[in-house]
């Protein structure tokens, strides 16, 4: 039986790590986004879109069915030994492709560097599922995160420092390409390392437990498929209906949006456990769903409303003049993160309680909506436009896994509770003014507060579970009079 104490470390390790390593990588592309023309950072993340949805692809995922079994046997040799044997296999396979292409088509020799780089990158970096989040499974499952983590800070932390050191010259997006790959190479090492003198794993092949592993993941397979397909079609389309400029002021706005995820990612870990343990004793779970879908709503507008209302100011800040533009399109996308706050934990519900199957046409629904309003809105309102299709798309995903979450779920939600107080902010915002980013950010977050707790969003055995999930029951029990 694993302690409440070590599910909490584990959680604020994962927690911890991610936050600071968005932090740090937002530092880092604000000061290459100064280096780089617009064009240029187009073009790179044109191409990192491009060698992402291909690494999805390949990686055929595996994963979290090798989580799933070796939590079990605790298999770890054959199971992610099999599974590291083939995905290095396809990744060179797709290098081998991929450059009988780029030799046959008419691109820049830039542009060829970056595929290759982007290509080198799948085997490294732990922001891909092939290799990096395969070689962690031991952690995963025998939750103790804090190693990888750390790892990935690591990576973090070699980015900036070396980003740090660039300067605007005519190689300077190949030389940011180069620091972009490098960074994760000790990393992945370290890992092979630790696992082959501390964990004491031996990378075996065994046809059988890969051909089992393959045939359990076909039906995640198709889920993840569609998702990056969704996830990097913008990009895809921009760059070619439009050009890499609007790559570039798109792309700006979307890592200022995409990394919030990982909060209602830390949520769904926190609280998720709670769910599967009630469903498995059969006890009824509307009570957690309803305070899980109130957490995120009111976090996600909180991140939504400061993105929305700053928007021109956070560009500014963090990217410079030259991406100024980007806020219309950053103002669309941050009121996507309300949905997709949502989304991401309904997903994760229905897969608990075996209905999966709507994750798949949720993920079909997503690609008729936006692939066709693409083709049709980006030639007129370019990157404005794709922002604005993906809000209505994941709007209407809400609104599909939301019907189908009611026929088995009462939400216990006031409506007009949050409906109130989220127009009592709203006009706030608005009307507020000081002239000062600074100031203006802290007596806004100090009357979200305010208005949280007069608006009572939360219930006071509610807070109490947030409490509980910090390990912080005694702060509790002090403050539970404001509540």
């Not at 968005?22 to 986004?33: E, P, S």
């Not at 960074?183 to 089992?212: D, E, R």
């Amino acid at each position: 039986m694993v302690s409440k104490t070590k599910i909490r470390n584990n959680i604020f390790f994962i927690s911890f790590g991610q936050v600071i390593s968005f932090l740090l990588n937002i530092i880092t592309f604000g000061i290459v986004a100064r280096v780089l023309e617009v064009e240029a950072f187009g073009k790179f993340n044109y191409a990192l879109a491009i060698i992402g949805f291909s690494a999805k692809i390949i990686d055929l995922g595996l994963n979290p069915i090798i989580l799933r079994e070796t939590t079990k046997n605790k298999n770890y040799n054959e199971y992610v030994g099999s599974a590291f044997y083939l995905k290095t296999t396809l990744i060179g396979l797709f290098f081998v492709i991929l450059n009988v292409y780029l030799w046959l088509d008419n691109i820049g020799i830039e542009e060829k560097v970056l595929f290759n780089l982007f290509t080198l990158n799948i085997f490294f970096s732990g922001k891909y599922t092939n290799i990096r989040e395969l070689l962690i499974t031991p952690y995963k499952a025998t939750i103790n995160m804090n190693i990888p983590m750390l790892l990935i800070l690591l990576d973090s932390v070699l980015l900036l420092g070396f980003t740090a050191l660039l300067r605007a010259n005519r190689y300077a997006l190949i030389q940011f390409t180069v620091i972009y790959v490098a960074s994760n190479i000790p990393s992945t090492f370290i890992l092979l390392y630790l696992l082959k003198a501390k964990q004491k794993i031996k990378f075996v092949f065994n046809s059988g437990v890969l051909l089992k592993v393959i045939k359990m993941s076909l039906p995640v397979y198709g889920y993840v498929i569609l998702m990056i397909i969704f996830g990097q079609s913008d990009i895809i389309l921009l760059r070619t209906i439009n050009n890499n400029y609007a790559v570039g002021l798109y792309s700006s706005a979307v890592r200022l949006t995409n990394p919030f995820i990982i909060f209602a990612s830390a949520i769904t870990s926190t609280f998720f456990p709670i769910i599967v343990k009630k469903k498995e004793d059969r006890q009824n779970i509307d009570a957690n769903i309803s305070f899980i879908v109130s957490l995120l709503i009111m976090l996600s507008f909180i991140i939504f409303i400061f993105l929305f209302f700053h928007s021109q100011e956070i560009i500014l800040l963090v990217f410079g003049s030259k991406f100024l533009f980007a806020s219309k399109a950053l103002r669309f996308l941050s009121v996507s993160l309300i949905f997709s706050f949502l989304n991401f934990f309904l997903i994760d519900l229905f897969t608990a309680v075996g209905k999966q199957k709507l994750n798949f046409v949720y993920g079909i629904l997503l690609n008729l909506i936006s692939l066709p309003a693409y083709i049709f809105v980006l030639p007129v309102y370019s990157y404005v436009g794709a922002g604005a299709v993906k809000l209505i798309s994941v709007v209407v995903g809400t609104i599909f896994l939301v019907l189908f979450l009611l026929r088995f779920v009462k939400l216990k939600i006031s409506l007009l509770r949050f409906m109130g107080w989220a127009l009592a902010n709203l006009a706030f915002f608005y009307l507020f003014d000081t002239g000062n980013l600074i100031l203006s950010l802290f007596i806004e977050f100090i009357f979200i507060l305010f208005t949280i707790l007069v608006f009572k969003l939360l219930s006071k055995e509610e807070w109490e579970m947030i409490f509980k999930a910090m390990n912080q029951e005694k702060l509790f029990s002090k403050l539970k009079g404001f509540f």
